[in-house]
């Protein structure tokens, strides 16, 4: 059977679009072992480990907030650092005791694992990353509950990579944007602390509806403000706008990007 020349042209045009798109995405999933061999060949030697979490959100938003956002968020990070590529998200994070359940795990569909677990997965992926070629290996968490954990994998991973030439970072800048520079910016635009609050309230949700909006359900933000931390939000969503997430956004991609550029640039 004969095809149109147009259509032959088409479906040709189609397939390198999707070659080149797999090949320039940051992505470590998206790409193959020989791409990626031949990216750490021409200088792409630093990858972020990017930390989520499963757990609950209020009736309001999806489990996945934190994995939505740390793998788009450190998308955006590595586009604008350069020659950095993304490895696929820990989704799996110490969210308090199983049984009986406390923290998060009171709320259903969360998910917890021990936190030497959560350290030994981050410090073999590190290790993992190291053994390829990779020279830095940059570890960014989304939730405030594991900060100190990240510290200390990277901690006892450079104390074992001494000398070799390849190093592990902690980025607590990621994190603390969103706790400073981004609650500044919702304080100017006169959302107030209460409004702001401290999970699952207009922070949280403007952040992830600025990134994903199909994940948060606005018909539900009244009942979310309604029943607070019983129904498992910190504080009142009503507020929340796509707009005001941007500048979370903007913040937490400009401050972790200058931080990784900084740290991978000094070297010992």
Request: glycine residues 10%; aromatic residues 6%.
């Amino acid at each position: 059977m004969k095809y149109p020349a147009l259509l032959v042209f088409s479906v040709l045009l189609l397939c390198g679009k999707t070659g080149m798109a797999g090949a320039s995405s940051v992505y470590l999933e998206d790409l193959t072992s020989a791409e990626v061999a031949a990216a750490i060949r021409s200088g792409t030697t630093t990858i972020i480990i990017p930390v989520g979490g499963t757990e609950q959100n209020g009736p309001h938003m999806a489990l996945g907030k934190h994995n939505l956002r740390a793998r788009v968020l450190s998308g955006r990070i590595a586009q604008a650092v350069g020659k950095t590529l993304v490895t696929p998200v820990v989704a799996y994070v110490p969210e308090g005791s199983i049984t009986p359940p406390t923290e998060h795990m009171r709320f259903a569909a969360t998910i917890s694992i021990p936190e030497a677990a959560f350290k030994a997965v981050l410090d073999a992926t590190a290790r993992s990353l190291r053994q390829h070629g990779f020279r830095d290996v940059v570890l960014l968490g989304d939730s405030g509950n594991y900060q100190l954990a990240l510290r200390t994998v990277v901690d006892r991973l450079n104390k074992d990579w001494a000398g070799s030439g390849a190093r592990a970072h902690f980025i607590a800048e990621y994190y603390q944007a969103t706790q400073t520079t981004y609650v500044a910016a919702l304080r100017a635009n006169g959302i107030t602390a209460a409004q702001i609050g401290t999970h699952a309230a207009t922070a949280d949700t403007s952040l992830l509806m600025a990134l994903d909006p199909t994940m948060v359900r606005p018909d539900l933000f009244s009942e979310a403000a309604r029943e607070g931390k019983q129904g498992g939000t910190g504080g009142d969503p009503r507020a929340a706008t796509a707009q005001l997430g941007q500048l979370g956004v903007d913040a937490v991609v400009q401050q972790a990007s200058a931080a990784i550029r900084a740290a991978v640039s000094a070297r010992p």
